[in-house]
């Protein structure tokens, strides 16, 4: 039953009372419970929860009660503080906390009615591609290559929350997104997701990696899912000063617009080298179908593409890197006793951190450090404008663009793990529209080869989602993407 519905047929099933909130919620728990040893898509499943949830949301349909999210079972990537249920970022430094307020985003959801079945595992503190570096362990991609069981990751960081809707763990989730961690791991799980302008969704009580690129999206099985679940998410908040007051449109309505009329750029410089051939056919493949939808398609350059990714890798670790001082021993999180306060600062440290954030903090207060600062923080600064430019140039001359979302499938468990620069070039696409702020999406679009899922990425102007809904659409319609993951609830169980 989970993976029949959508969140919008969901919906409209509990408000037609053909199903319960509490057989829906159910559901996705026999399917946790099932998938969960397999696939390690949670840190935390909260059952109890969800079943009183659940209930509220039953009682409140009786009455004929009820907002865009009653009673819908969904995951929460646990990079969201959730009153009350311990938010680990997946680090050793936060296995004990427990925060006493709910992020806005979370908070919102609530308020729609949302039933939450638990909190979704992530590269430790959304610093990765892959969901291996989480403390509890990695999480598997439900996906596999035609005729062989070798494990594959599911994309990070948000790879739980992307595995879980992937294999019908749950009918939506959240992510965050700092330079791919929703579309990334959306392409990998052959599922949608969305990374909003930054400024749309309010980053209160979300785990803070790099502040000027965070942002929160939604996760689902179709565009329209998506679209409803950032309705949901998206608003302004007087605790966040970088979240946007401009009313939140009907995103669900966008996707219904079509593409006519509308002129899609395609940036040349995202032909990389050493691109797998299927990936550059299924992004022909795209460029067709929406010229067949009545799209113009233009000829575009980004020519501060090639500096993306080291842009990215300076200012995210720097950000990284005073964010991260506040975990201290202190004042939550994690303690290890010592005879000293520096002492107590270190090995408090030295036990919570796991590689990859030790890499990040140490790349971070290198490029910030006093000799340094003009070469590489300031230098970053500025090539960030320049990226963002070509952005905002390309955007006078075009609606969208369209690019892949990743330049390769899934990969196998441990492949890049040796060497962190391999891990980095997989963001190479994702990375410079979150340098500039602009939304993005991922839909499902082919598969390549062995089976496995491939997206394309659509990206528009600051606060136009309602564009990127409606040329994602399209896409979705004219891929009709049918496969199926190999580990899911339908498959035998
Ligand atoms: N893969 C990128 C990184 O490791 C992006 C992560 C993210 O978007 N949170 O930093």
């Not at 397999?38 to 079943?51: G, K, N, R, Y």
């Not at 219904?256 to 040349?268: A, Q």
């Not at 496995?452 to 990127?468: A, K, M, N, W």
Request: net charge negative.
């Amino acid at each position: 039953m989970t993976l029949e519905f959508t969140l919008a047929t969901a919906r409209d099933a509990l408000r037609a009372r053909r199903i319960s909130a509490r057989e829906l919620t159910e559901a996705h728990l026999a399917a946790i419970d099932a998938l969960e040893p397999e696939l390690h898509a949670f840190i935390t499943v909260t059952p109890e929860q969800a079943l009183a949830q659940a209930d509220a949301a039953d009682a409140a349909l009786g009455r004929g009660e009820g907002g865009p999210l009653t009673g819908l079972p969904v995951a929460i990537k646990d990079l969201f503080c959730t009153k009350g249920v311990r938010t680990t970022a997946a680090s050793r430094i936060l296995e004990p906390f427990v925060p006493p307020y709910e992020s806005t985003v979370t908070a919102n959801m609530l308020r729609d009615g949302a039933v939450f079945l638990g909190k979704t595992n992530l590269d430790e503190f959304a610093m990765g591609s892959s969901t291996t570096t989480s403390a509890f362990g990695a999480t598997i991609n439900p996906w596999q290559r035609r005729g062989a069981n070798t494990q594959l990751v599911p994309g990070g960081s948000s790879g739980g929350s992307a595995a879980a809707v992937a294999a019908g763990m749950a009918l939506a989730s959240t992510g965050t997104d700092t330079g791919g961690s929703i579309r990334q791991p959306a392409s990998f799980c052959g599922i949608v997701g969305m990374k909003p302008t930054y400024g749309r969704c309010s980053r209160f009580g979300v785990v803070a990696f790099a502040s000027s690129l965070d942002q929160p999206g939604p996760f689902a099985r179709t565009v329209e899912d998506t679209a409803i679940l950032l309705g949901s998410m998206a608003g302004h908040d007087p605790k966040d000063s970088t979240s946007v007051n401009r009313p939140v449109p009907d995103y669900a309505a966008a996707c219904r617009r079509g593409v006519r009329g509308l002129r899609i750029g395609i940036p040349r410089e995202y032909h990389s080298d050493g691109m797998p051939a299927e990936i550059e056919a299924l992004w022909t493949q795209g460029i067709a179908w929406l010229r067949e939808a009545g799209a113009e398609i233009v000829d575009v350059s980004l020519p501060h593409t090639k500096y993306g990714l080291a842009t990215y890798y300076i200012v995210a670790p720097a950000e990284a890197s005073s964010n991260l001082a506040r975990y201290d021993g202190v004042r939550f999180g994690l303690r290890v006793p010592a005879n000293d306060l520096t002492d107590l600062y270190e090995e408090t440290r030295a036990a919570g951190f796991g590689a990859e954030v030790r890499r990040r903090i140490l790349i971070g207060t290198y490029v910030l450090s006093a000799g340094y600062y003009d070469a590489y923080y300031l230098k970053a600064q500025k090539v960030r404008a320049l990226i963002l430019r070509d952005f905002t140039d390309a955007f006078e001359r075009v609606d969208a663009l369209l690019t892949p979302t990743a330049p390769s499938a899934a990969f196998a468990l441990g492949e890049k793990n040796d060497d962190p620069v391999q891990m980095y070039l997989n963001d190479v696409f994702t990375v410079p529209a979150s340098i500039a702020g602009v939304p993005g999406i991922s839909v499902p679009a082919g598969v390549d080869g062995d089976g496995l899922p491939l997206g394309l990425q659509v990206i528009g102007r600051h606060f136009d989602e309602e564009t990127v809904f409606a040329v994602g659409s399209v896409l979705e319609q004219a891929a009709e993407f049918s496969a199926k993951p190999a580990i899911r609830m339908e498959a035998g169980r």
